[in-house]
Each structure stands twice: as C-alpha cells, then as structure tokens.
C-alpha cells in the first residue's frame, strides 16, 4: 500500500526554538495533505490542510504565523512549529490520499517536546 | 458535520470476535462510514469503509444499518496486535473531500 513518512520521529527543543517536521509520500503524488495534532490520551485533531503550490487552509484556533507549513512539491509538505513552547508539546501527524482512493494514509507522527 | 458515537472503551478476550458500535444517528446521504485504527504511538491506520451495504475486507467487516444510523466494526477473532483506538468516521466527500474529523474512538483492549 501507498507509504506516508515523517521525520524526524521524534524531537526534542528548546523553548523559543523553532522545529521543523517533515512530510512524505513515498510512491505517490498528493496535491493535499493534512496535519493532525494529538495531546496524551486524546483524539487527533485538523491543525491544517496542506495545498501544493498555494497557501494552506487553517482550522480555527490554530495560529498560521506560529505553525508554518509550506507544501512544496507533490511529495513533500513540511510544518515549522515556531517558537515553540512546552504547551506545543504534542504528537504531530500527517497524511495524504493517493488520488481518488478512499483510504487516507498517515505517517508514523512525530513526537516533539519542548524543554 | 455529522458526529459519531462510540464507547470509549471496551474489552475482548483474545480469539474471539469483536463488536464495536458506532451511533451516527444524524448522518447525511453523501456521508460514508470510515473506520480508522490507532495502534500505541502510531499513525492511524484505515480499516474499512462502506456507504449502505455491508462490507467485507481482510482485516475486518463492516455491518450498517439499514437507516444508516448505526454501524458495527466486526472483527472477527481478536488478536493482542489489534488492541488499538478505533475511530468510527464519517466522511462528506462532496463538501469536506478527503478531510477526516477524529471523535474520541474507542479504545479496545484484549486480553491473552
């Protein structure tokens, strides 16, 4: 089946540093990808919706100058926690659908702490 | 969006099958009916999905009910592997696309 990495898989920083997490898919071509936060015994929940070529759709709450993401190429989307903080700890996860298929792939998600 | 119900969590013993219930009772006609998996510290993983007839794949079955309000991820002998999250979702493919919206799932243990 289609493969969704990420990397790193996990990561720890500073407080005040800025993170960036990576978004790939492997053997096929995605013009959308979506990136999903998760906090400790809690649900995923949308951050954004990652377009190639254009800006990104955020959902309400999330902050597009403190969450960067740029969706470069068809196979890469990448996310910039910026000048994270403690509260930005979090499971970050993402994934993307080869084409019109049903099933959405997601990676293996990226555990960030920050210190 | 049209929200899902499920337990948050239940029990199995392994080898024996599994019924994990899912009320959608204000689901809409272009909504089908998604089912994810979450094993720890993973990604979620598809499962199975169906519109209004059952479904049968490798890893599970999918029962809907004939309102479309309720459906139930049978799997069919439990494993310790398939102890995990379970995401019952539904999917608006006209007016959300491939965007999916998590409820709180349940979360299956099995026990050896």
């Known amino acids: 089946g289609a493969v969704v990495s990420q990397h790193p898989s996990r990561v720890i920083c500073k407080s005040g540093t800025s993170v960036k997490i990576e978004c790939r898919s492997l053997d096929f071509q995605a013009t959308t990808m979506f990136w999903y936060r998760q906090f400790p015994k809690q649900s995923l929940m949308l951050m954004a919706t990652?377009?190639?070529?254009?800006?990104?759709?955020?959902e309400q709450g999330v902050e597009k100058d403190k969450f960067l993401i740029n969706h470069a190429s068809l196979t890469l989307s990448t996310l910039t926690v910026t000048s994270a903080h403690p509260e930005d700890s979090s499971f970050y996860i993402c994934?993307?659908?080869?084409?019109?298929?049903?099933?959405?792939?997601f990676g293996p998600g990226t555990r960030l702490t920050v210190t | 969006d049209a929200k899902t119900t499920q337990p948050n969590s239940m029990e199995s013993n392994e080898e024996e099958p599994v019924h994990l219930p899912c009320n959608h009772s204000t689901i809409s006609g272009t909504d089908y009916i998604h089912w994810y998996r979450q094993l720890p510290s993973q990604g979620p993983e598809y499962v199975i999905h169906g519109l209004t007839s059952n479904v049968n794949n490798r890893m599970a079955s999918l029962a809907i009910a004939e309102d479309r309000k309720s459906s139930t991820l049978i799997l069919h002998r439990a494993t310790l592997r398939d102890a995990a999250v379970y995401y019952c979702?539904?999917?608006?493919?006209?007016?959300?696309?491939?965007?999916?919206?998590f409820g709180g799932g349940t979360r299956l243990m099995v026990k050896p």
């Open positions: 990652s377009n190639e070529g254009s800006k990104a759709t955020y």
């Open positions: 979702i539904l999917r608006d493919v006209q007016n959300a696309g491939n965007m999916l919206t």
């Open positions: 994934s993307a659908n080869p084409g019109e298929t049903y099933e959405q792939y």
